[in-house]
């Protein structure tokens, strides 16, 4: 009792100094998202004013129920957060100057740090179902040559970069998950470059950590985006220096603008201000030393971008095939990359709020690094308008890291800037992002493949008819099956597996579900694995047995046995 009234009195002689506005205008946010999560009726009444307010607003119905589960998958994280953070703040003052924290102390909190990231993400890996792009980009490192390789960038819409760092592994027959243990390795190493080198105080880095970006679609959700984090990470460190580090300079901007198509806005914004800055401006005070290590430095940086736009400058000529080579406008997508971060429907005014403030913050304490935030964030939207949708938060979040490489070099002071990255990195925490994986099942897969494995033998043939999830499902089911597709596809996506990716078995394949049994190389019992219900006229020539296998975060499958006998179907 005595300690709770102790607890009262430090909060009330809290609310009586001169931070008591902030620190009850903190609580009451927290307390409305905690009222948000947890109280039905709540929910009910207020969201569904707002909701429909927002109907208003764009002029079309919102789902009720959609758009209040997004609002409610990050309100409890959200205060949690806002509640920890607060009563961190508020010890910090409470303590005055006896806050700061020794260099013994910070690394034991920093090494703590990182091994709890690096055991979540590792666990997550394990509980993680791999989706089509990710498995896509082992396949073709593991079946094509580089010549190959090269060839077919046209069509993917990303650089080969990638492909290469998958390659060694993917050739030498290394397990499906490898894929995701390099994304968790290449974040780990980023993690503890931004913990040990970043300019940042402890708070910002640790709820940095915690955002969705850092503890899920990066490590875990294994695609070309995770080489982004550490490549800015290391200019970042070094961009002040870059003079004295010519050449590592230009090597990391060379290799970013090989990572993906949306960051190189920001590498031409750093090239042309190298360009200016570091070799036109200053030219006659070097010496023909400096001036010719300049000319080379640059050299390297232009011939990156251009064996980027290289490979990927044949798909304006193939725009059948690569849907991203066609020009098109669409004004909704111009902020796309902001809004489609997963961020919940009644926060993304106060970010866009938020945002613009920082904007005009360091536009007005570093002009420079403004200007490479503004046109990187720019070039992003348009490109996003007219070419290349955001699509998945992989790239939507690519602004995030951009924003800590303008933070980490810009004049403003460390608390600041550090304050600035906490309150943007809590708008994107979201870490059930991360638990997803961990409670339920991203699809159905996992479930379908335990039911073939204990039901049915390995020599049994095996057709998918889906869009979404031909490549995935060929690498989650036992080594011995043979998954093969059922219908046409992009000429060079996926047509038939056995661990292997080679479209050119297509004509082996039959291409309609009644042109199964003209081929010889299948015996019954067939499985058909669907995204949808099959038409009963499609085979109603077969004894047929049907087993759907629902799940929360992607459409069901339904499994289709078919048999020519009167054999018990299980």
Known sequence: MKKINNSCESFITAVNNKHKILIILLLCIAILLLSFSLLPNFQDRIFGKVIDFCSWLLGEHLNHDEYIEKILDGSKDSAIAILLGTALWYMRKKRGKHSKLSKKQENTICCTGFILFS???LVTIFLHEPWIDEVHAWFLAKEYSVSRLIYEMRYEGHFILWYLILMPFAKHNFPIITLNIISWFISCISVAFFLWKSPFTLSAKLVALCSNALLFW?????????LLIPLLFMLASIYKKRNERLFLFAILLAMLSNTHAYIEGFVGVLTFSFLIQDIILPWKQYSIKEKKNHLIAFAIIILGILIAFLQVAPAFFAKDKNEA???????????????????????????AAFFIFVLFYIYQTDKKQFLILFFSLVYMGLFSVCLYAVGIPNRALMWFFILIFVLWNTRISNTRKSVLLIICALFIMRPSLTLRD??????????????????????TPIFIKTTHYTATFAVTLADNFTAYHLESMNPVKLYSFSRKYNPHKAASVPDHISNIENSKRFSFPILIISEEQIPHAEIQSYKYHIKEFPCVYARSLWLYVLKKDDAQIP
Request: with cysteine.
């Open 119 to 121: 055991i979540i993400t």
């Open 218 to 226: 990066y490590p875990v959700v294994s695609r070309c985006y995770v």
């Open 325 to 351: 080579a066609n020009f098109h406008f669409d004004i909704i997508s111009l902020t796309g990359f902001l809004t489609g971060s997963n961020i919940f429907l009644f926060a993304t005014p106060f970010f």
């Open 438 to 459: 961990w409670k339920e099942d991203f699809s159905s897969l996992k479930t379908t493949k335990k039911y073939i494995e204990n039901n049915y033998k390995e020599e």
